[in-house]
Every structure is written in structure tokens, then in C-alpha cells.
T-cell receptor, first 110, second 114 residues
Framework: AQRVTQPEKLLSVFKGAPVELKCNYSYSGSPELFWYVQYSRQRLQLLLRHISRESIKGFTADLNKGETSFHLKKPFAQEEDSAMYYC????????????FGSGTRLLVRP | EPEVTQTPSHQVTQMGQEVILRCVPISNHLYFYWYRQILGQKVEFLVSFYNNEISEKSEIFDDQFSVERPDGSNFTLKIRSTKLEDSAMYFCALVGRSSYNEQFFGPGTRLTVL
């Protein structure tokens, strides 16, 4: 079964604190993993993808095939990071559809 | 970066009525998708559309649903006879010719079935 699990519905941290949003996936092949973000009143947008291996807005995510995880991390959270974060999987043998996790709301307090 | 708009932003309809949701891409595109998000639940894949035909659909996408590009530009999702459980946000997404599998999402249409 193809599934993405985000165990935390809400993650609340103070500004400057480290952040880790957890994502685990279930897929028998080699998927492509993404993090999408939705800021208040804005549309879903791509934050980063595992194949690019880059840092966007200070966020990084490493694909761990052994643990089937793709956790999103940032060493120092900013208030503007407050948003809904969705981990998503794209099976490589499909039409590049996205299978989403249930999302984690990140709240960064001043 | 491809842009996509959706109309209407909010649609209220009576159970059993037909609705058509529209997606308007602003630039070159390759794949189209429809997703839905029932309130409080995850975003779910409905259907993908490539080269003017359905390339993949989920089990949610039953005979009540259909997609087409009536004028070669707009991409529509039709629900023939709406049910209460069809109430959700419906998102259109597309992959541009040069965006390599990055899906660009529209702002969504909120469908309320009464």
C-alpha cells in the first residue's frame, strides 16, 4: 500500500527553536518525496523535493530509505514559517500523482 | 512558473445537482490533476489527465465524476449528481513542460452540497 504518515497534527515551537516535522512513508518501489507548504490564505506550493537535495528557506529533508522517512528540519524557526506542511509521495510508475500525508500545522510563537 | 486559476472559488449546490469546476492554466502544461480535501482530512488524488485523456484515476473517481478539456485550454471536473459527501475543497494542479514533475496548484474551489 502507498501511504504517507505525518504523526503530528500540530507542532508549536518558539522562534529560534529547532523544528522537525516527521514524515514516514510506505511504498514498495522507489518513490519521489516532496514537502509542500500552505501559508495562510495561499495555495499549496512546493517547498522541496528529495532529489534536489537543496535547502529552501533554511529547511532541509533527507530521505532515509532504511527508516522510510523524510523528516523536514530547520535549525532556527521563524514566525513566518507558521503554515501547514504536507509530506507527499509520488510513485515513479504512475502519472506523477501525489499521495499526501494528513499535514502538520507548524506554529512558531514569538 | 506556471499559473493556474480555478473558478468558482465557492460553489453551493443542492444534493443531486450537477456541478462543473473549472481550472484555467495560464501557460504551457503537460499533466493536469484534480485533488480534493474534505474538511479536516488529507488531500486526496482523484484523477490525472495527459494528452487529452485520463492517465490514472483513484477509486474515489467513480462514474459520477468526469474530466475534459472542452476548449483545449480549460480543464473541467464534472460531478453529475452531487452527494453530501462530495462537499470538499477541490484543487487543480498541473505540471508544466519545463517544471519536471513539480505540481503547481490552483487556489481551490470550495464545494458545499446541501
Amino acid at each position: 500500500a502507498q501511504r504517507v504518515t505525518q504523526p503530528e497534527k500540530l507542532l508549536s515551537v518558539f522562534k529560534g527553536a529547532p523544528v522537525e516535522l516527521k514524515c514516514n512513508y510506505s511504498y514498495s518501489g522507489s518513490p519521489e518525496l516532496f514537502w509542500y507548504v500552505q501559508y495562510s490564505r495561499q495555495r499549496l506550493q512546493l517547498l522541496l523535493r528529495h532529489i534536489s537535495r537543496e535547502s529552501i528557506k533554511g529547511f532541509t529533508a533527507d530521505l532515509n530509505k532504511g527508516e522510510t522517512s523524510f523528516h523536514l528540519k530547520k535549525p532556527f524557526a521563524q514566525e513566518e514559517d507558521s503554515a501547514m506542511y504536507y509530506c507527499a509521495l509520488s510513485p515513479m510508475d504512475s502519472s506523477y500523482k501525489l499521495i499526501f500525508g494528513s499535514g502538520t500545522r507548524l506554529l512558531v510563537r514569538p | 512558473e506556471p499559473e493556474v486559476t480555478q473558478t468558482p472559488s465557492h460553489q453551493v449546490t443542492q444534493m443531486g445537482q450537477e456541478v462543473i469546476l473549472r481550472c484555467v492554466p495560464i501557460s504551457n502544461h503537460l499533466y493536469f490533476y484534480w485533488y480534493r480535501q474534505i474538511l479536516g482530512q488529507k488531500v486526496e488524488f482523484l484523477v490525472s489527465f495527459y494528452n487529452n485523456e485520463i492517465s490514472e484515476k483513484s477509486e474515489i473517481f467513480d462514474d459520477q465524476f468526469s474530466v475534459e478539456r472542452p476548449d483545449g485550454s480549460n480543464f473541467t471536473l464534472k460531478i453529475r449528481s452531487t452527494k453530501l459527501e462530495d462537499s470538499a475543497m477541490y484543487f487543480c494542479a498541473l505540471v508544466g513542460r519545463s517544471s519536471y514533475n513539480e505540481q503547481f496548484f490552483g487556489p481551490g474551489t470550495r464545494l458545499t452540497v446541501l
